[in-house]
């Protein structure tokens, strides 16, 4: 009883504090996505134009969530999730939107975003069951997932003497 009560405070406390977990659902890698803990549960948006992209989770699935520290970055606990998409214009998904559009960065449309949201996007709240997994023994780093987005291009040939060049003294 006690481990378990233990247990349920970690959850709560490192999903609170942390900015970003890892969501794996039954089939597919997992992906950091940003949420809030609202009543018990992380709640996420997603899956619309300029949202993040949630995994493939279905209404009443398990989903695998990594909290990590939001100082060092490691991991600290990974606990099991039972998903509930929430409706659109219920109390629920009304109660989760509010916690989520003042977390929400660089919103495109502002006070808008809740109508958004409803029309084009995912609400899931993800609910710990109680279970948290080990911590692992090694490491579990994997290479990133594909995505459009490129890192690199190759340097401009006249950037070397841009950086370079002295400026004149007048």
């Known amino acids: 009883m006690t481990s378990e009560l233990l247990d349920q405070a970690l959850v709560e406390e490192a999903t609170k504090k942390s900015g970003l977990v890892w969501v794996q659902g039954p089939d597919g890698p997992a992906r950091a996505l940003w949420h809030v803990w609202h009543e018990g549960a992380a709640c996420l ?8 992209p949630l995994p493939e989770l279905a209404d009443g699935a398990e989903a695998q969530v990594t909290v990590r520290s939001k100082d060092k970055g490691g991991r600290l606990v990974t606990w099991t999730a039972r998903v509930t998409q929430l409706a659109p214009g219920s109390e629920a998904w009304d109660a989760a939107v509010a916690e989520l559009k003042g977390k929400r960065l660089n919103a495109p449309d502002g006070e808008a975003m809740p109508g958004r949201w409803a029309r084009e996007c995912r609400v899931l709240r993800l609910e710990p069951t109680g279970a948290t997994a080990p911590l692992p023994d090694g490491s579990l780093s994997e290479p990133p997932l594909p995505s459009p987005a490129l890192t690199r291009r190759p340097v401009p040939a006249g950037l070397p003497r841009l950086l370079l060049k002295k400026r004149k003294r007048t």
């Open 45 to 52: 948006v997603g899956d619309g134009p300029g949202e993040q």
